[in-house]
């Protein structure tokens, strides 16, 4: 063994350099323009999601760039490899949305392959949207080697007539125009003044839900995935991230010592006092299935309704993810839950600092109004409620957040695909007071379990119909929807959950403060429409979809796949 032996954050690597028998590894490597010198160092891999299709993770080789530099100051050698990304946003409402949370487990899968493949000391994933952050800090807590993801940032907000815009809004402009309420000309306005940057969707979406939850978590270094895309310090951010990888490494600082059972807990309560999407749900039990540590779907509710909601964000409020950077950002808030009691604050965070530690760096600009005062908070509970009963006996997911109804009750409207449900809101065949039901979407039904926000931004951007229609669905819904939307209705449609029994006109009852989602018909007639149900054929029979498909598992478990 070479003097290299003795570099502690060099454990894994030797065995692909060292000694005789590598040389032509060696001379490989050297093709590819590495030294001598660069392959005696400490190996650390970065996990790119970069892609040209989107804002979210377009400006993400030039931030690998710099987490290049963080890491070559620190002593070690990068090498970069890039992993695929699905655009939400742009393949909501099509067929294409369907590869979404697919995407996840591919993710996860690549990541994992590329750094078992290449022994690699350390690693850091770069992310930028919805399913890549989930998807590489899986593959993070498989590997369980000195790591740390790293978040691309939001997106600045856009302006029109006086009002920060965000995707959301275009969505809800559809919605608007086809009622219409709104002509081709304010729809264009919102289009091209809506997303003015590179950067992951504005809002309390999923992204920046995902992004602040991880920074609880601990895989991502607080202060600096936040820090939005646009900004020029999001360069000297990822130089750092490149610096922390590497005394992760030299410290054996791994995933299993920063993801645990309390610093789960942390990260939920961060996405119930932010209002957070409801897609943490099922991401998190992905990362607590991954780490192999204890989550059910019924722990998100036992937190949330302990847990004030602090942050004024959209979807449900006013500001965006750029104002709660400017407030004080996960700093303040985790100082503001810690005040309350509400986090274990020795959690450790890969900053190498204990998440009290990080919280008594925090900063609040004067006058702020985006991250309440614990005295001043929006409502008394959290934006995550898991509702259960005769149609989700395995429990579904809704977020309160961003309205106050707590109880409705309605007539079935029921399809069996999202864009049968869509074609009915553009036509207009939605009356107050329906209970929109949408199967077959689930994560085996779809496949792929894909998100409704063309259904539900058109609904919310339809004044008679935004505060008195409901939805509930077995698949998803995003970040950005807003109103009595519940998803993730388990078990699905496809293995004969009853939601496959439901039938148009049925009385569907929504009552939030007692927990029940229920359709008014006895056990008996339930059980008798089940009897008769048949198993759809499969839409997929070849392929990733077919072998996703195949299996999945409920999305009460966090639709894992192995």
Sequence with gaps: MSSNGSNKAKLYSIALTEGPNRAPARAMLKASGYSREDLAKPIIGIANTWTEIGPCNFHLRQLAEAVKEGIREAGGTPMEFNTITISDGITMGTEGMKASLISREVIADSVELVTRGNLFDGLVAIAGCDKNMPGTVMALARLDIPSLMFYGGSIAPGHLNGKDLTVQDVFEAVGAHAAGKLDDAGLEAVEVSACPSVGACGGQFTANTMAMACEFLGISPMGLSSVPAFLSDKLDAAREAGRLVMEAAKNDLRPSKLITPESLENAIVSVAAS???????????????????????????????????????????????VDYFNAGGSRLLAKRLLDAGLLRGDCLNVTGKTLAEEASAATETAGQNVIHALDNAIKPTGGLVILKGNIAPEGCVIKVAGHKRLEHRGPARVFECEQDAFAAVESGSIKPNDVMVIRYEGPKGGPGMREMLAITAAVAGIPELSDTVALLTDGRFSG???????????????????????REGDIIHFDIPNRKLSVEISDAELAERLKTWKKPEPKFTRGVFHKYANSVTSASKGAVTN
């Design 275 to 321: 209002g957070g999407s409801t897609n943490a749900v099922l991401h998190f039990l992905a990362i607590a299935h991954e780490a192999n540590l204890p989550l059910t779907i019924d722990d998100f509710d036992r937190i949330s309704s302990k847990t004030p909601l602090l942050c004024d964000l959209k979807p449900g409020g006013q500001f965006v993810a």
């Design 480 to 502: 950005a929807t807003r109103g009595l939307m519940a998803g993730h209705v388990a078990p699905e449609a496809a293995v004969g959950g009853p939601i496959a029994a439901v």
